[in-house]
C-alpha cells in the first residue's frame, strides 16, 4: 500500500546517502523535499479524496497544448484552480506562464489572483518563482501589484535570496516608480551596503543603477563611495562601480572618480582580478586622464604578463606580448619559483 512505498522509499533513500559527503546528502534531501513539494506528494499522507495529481506527462501536455494554440480555453479551465499546485511543479510552472500568455488579461488576472497569500513562498521557490516573473511582465500593474505588496517588509531577505531577487529584478525593471516598488526599494537600500557585496542581492542593485530613479540611484553610489577602492576589488560590486560610472549623474560619478581616477590607482587595479575591471572602464572615462593611468600600466607591464587576467587586460588594451613571448614569461617565472624552493 502507500505507507509500505513511502517506507521502502525512504530506506532507499538512506542507503543512498550512506556513500554519499554529508553535504551531498543534504543536497540530495533538499532536492527530493522540493520534488515532492512541486507534485503535491506527501511522505506522510496520500492525496486527499478529489485532490487532482498532476504528472509530469500531463504537465507536459498541457504545457504544449496552451503554446500550440490548441483548445487553449479547456487548457485553461484545466489551470483555473490550480494555479498554485502547478506552479511548484517543474513542469507545470511553465504550463501556467503559458496560460497567462494566452488568455485574456481579465482571465490572465484571475490566475495570478490564486496566488495571493503565496508571494513569499513562491518568490523563494525554484519553480514558482518563473510565474512569479511572467505575471509582473505580463500582466497589467493593477493585476500585478500584489507581488509588491506582499514582499513589503522582507525585501532584504528576498534580495539574497537564489530566486528571490529575480522577482525584485522584474519589479524595479517595469513598475519602479510604482508607490509599492518604490518602498520596496526604501526598505532595500537602508542596506545598500551589505546588498552590494551580497552574491545575490549585487543583482538587485544593479537593476536599481539601470532602472531605478535618480534618487535611488543616488543612494546607491552613495554606499559604493563610502570605501570606493573596497568595493571595485569586491567579486561582487566592482560590477556596480562599473554600471554607477554608466547610469548615475555626474556628481555621484566625480565622488567615485577622486578615489579611483589617480593613474596610480588605475594601475593598482589592475592587478587585481576584479578590480582589472573597474581600471579598464576607467580608462573609457572622459574626465581620466588616460595617457597617465597607461604609463603607469606600462610600468607594471612584467608583473600583469605572469597573471591569467593581467594577460587578458594587456591584450584588451592593445599592449599584450605575442603568445610565444608570453609563455616564456610564464615558464621563467615558475623556474625561478622552483629554483627558490629548493634553496
Known sequence: GYGSEVAQ???????????????AARRLRRKRAQERAATGVSTNKP??????????????????????GDRVEDAVARVRGQVWRLSRHPVGCRAVQAALERCSGYEAS???????????????????????????TQLS?????????????????????????????RLVEFYAKRDTTQQLLDELLAEASDLCCHAFGHHVAQCVLEHGSEQQRQRVAAALSSNAMAFATHRHATYLIESALDYCSEEDQVLLLQQLAHP???????????GCFVARTLLQHAKVDTESALAHIRAIKGQLEQMKHGQRFLEELGLALPQSDVSDVMSES??????????
Open 9 to 23: 522509499g525512504n530506506v532507499l533513500e538512506q542507503e543512498e546517502q550512506q556513500y554519499l559527503t554529508s553535504s
Open 47 to 68: 492525496a486527499a479524496v478529489g485532490e487532482v495529481t498532476f504528472s509530469e506527462e500531463m504537465c507536459g501536455a498541457l504545457k504544449v497544448q496552451l503554446e500550440s
Open 110 to 136: 484571475e490566475l495570478a489572483a490564486e496566488l495571493r497569500g503565496h508571494v513569499l513562498e513562491a518568490a523563494t521557490s525554484p519553480h514558482a518563482n518563473y510565474v512569479l516573473q511572467k505575471v509582473i
Open 141 to 169: 500593474s493593477a493585476s500585478s501589484n500584489f507581488v509588491a505588496e506582499e514582499l513589503l517588509g522582507s525585501a532584504a531577505r528576498i534580495a539574497r535570496h537564489r530566486f528571490g531577487c529575480r522577482i525584485l529584478c
Open 264 to 274: 596610480a590607482t588605475i594601475a593598482s587595479l589592475a592587478l587585481h582580478p576584479f
Open 334 to 343: 615558475s623556474e625561478f619559483a622552483h629554483q627558490a624552493g629548493q634553496q
